[in-house]
């Protein structure tokens, strides 16, 4: 080969090195938001327990005076 095409071989084998790299990095991104979502579910049905827990002891403070 020229050293003409060595090089364009070589920054082709940079730039798909950094596709590689890219998607590697949003794959990560992509299950970090998975095991977010998970989380705030969680801490959603947590927030929802506590507001229900908080209208019934309310509602026995009125009922008791």
Do not use: P, Y
């Not at 364009?8 to 940079?14: E, L, N, T, Y």
């Not at 730039?15 to 790299?21: E, I, R, S």
């Not at 095991?35 to 209208?55: F, G, P, Y």
């Amino acid at each position: 080969m020229t050293k003409s095409a060595d090089d364009d071989q070589s920054k082709w084998d940079q730039v798909m090195d950094h596709f590689d790299l890219l998607f590697n990095c949003m794959t990560d991104m992509g299950i970090v938001q998975q095991e977010m979502k998970t989380q705030i579910e969680l801490n959603n049905a947590k927030v929802d327990k506590c507001s229900a827990d908080q209208q019934f002891i309310a509602l026995q403070v009125r009922a008791n005076g």
